[in-house]
């Protein structure tokens, strides 16, 4: 079974709004990686988060985590067509632990 | 600096042939990878190579079986194919099994037919 859950999992919004997709997990973790993937293609490294944190930017991205209520959310401002992909949370039950994947939120971002 | 890099980007293969997977991991990276990822589905974990053992394995059937090299490439091998296994496969490095950032390369598209 996946550990993570992305929540929605489809979002439709236009050029220029803020986007907002939630992970929720199921145990402890020691990090918690967000990425993103175009149609077809491999995924790309956005951002890790680790137990210890709250809170990271890069960018427009900002990803927040919450260990007491099990979730994480990625924020994506001022968005642009070309942030259309799939946006995927991935965690790490501790530090040699493979990555567990949720089955991923759908951006669609519409100029 | 190359990323992680996989070979081939798209193959076809028979029910019952097999298939060879290759992946070089990002430079400086020590530890491989091998994901799953069914369309529409999340990458699911196959297994991890760091010192050219594997190290981790998830819930896939022993006709997957991989490999990594001293110079921490790494294969992945399909025996028995079946139509089931038609999906995405994701090479991944990272610098040790201890939780650093994991890269991800473009994968390679298998379909059985």
């Known amino acids: 079974s996946q550990q993570g859950e992305e929540d929605p999992q489809a979002l439709s919004i236009q050029e220029g709004e803020n986007a907002t997709m939630n992970c929720s997990y199921k145990?402890?973790?020691?990090?918690l990686q967000w990425y993103r993937q175009n149609s077809g293609r491999g995924l790309v490294h956005l951002i890790l988060?680790?137990?210890?944190?709250r809170e990271k930017h890069s960018g427009r991205l900002r990803v927040t985590l919450d260990t007491s209520k099990k979730s994480s959310s990625l924020l994506i401002t001022a968005s642009r067509a070309a942030d259309t992909a799939s946006y995927f949370c991935?965690?790490?039950?501790?530090?040699?632990?493979?990555?567990?994947f949720g089955k991923g939120t759908r951006l669609s971002v519409i100029a | 600096d190359a990323g992680v890099t996989q070979s081939p980007t798209h193959l076809i293969k028979t029910r019952g042939q097999q298939v060879t997977l290759r992946c070089s991991p990002k430079?400086?990276?020590?530890?491989v990878s091998w994901y799953q990822q069914a369309l529409g589905q999340g990458p699911q974990f196959i297994f991890q190579?760091?010192?050219?053992?594997?190290?981790q394995r998830g819930n896939f059937p022993d006709r997957f079986s991989g490999h990594q090299f001293p110079n921490y490439s790494s294969e992945l091998n399909v025996n028995a194919l079946l139509l089931g296994d038609s999906a995405l496969y994701l090479c991944?490095?990272?610098?040790?099994?201890?939780?650093?950032?994991?890269?991800f390369g473009e994968g390679s598209w298998l379909t059985v037919v």
């Open positions: 991944a490095s990272s610098l040790q099994p201890s939780g650093n950032t994991i890269y």
């Open positions: 145990t402890s973790i020691n990090n």
């Open positions: 988060i680790r137990s210890n944190e």
């Open positions: 991935a965690t790490g039950l501790s530090g040699n632990t493979p990555l567990v």
């Open positions: 430079s400086g990276h020590d530890t």
């Open positions: 190579y760091y010192e050219e053992e594997e190290r």
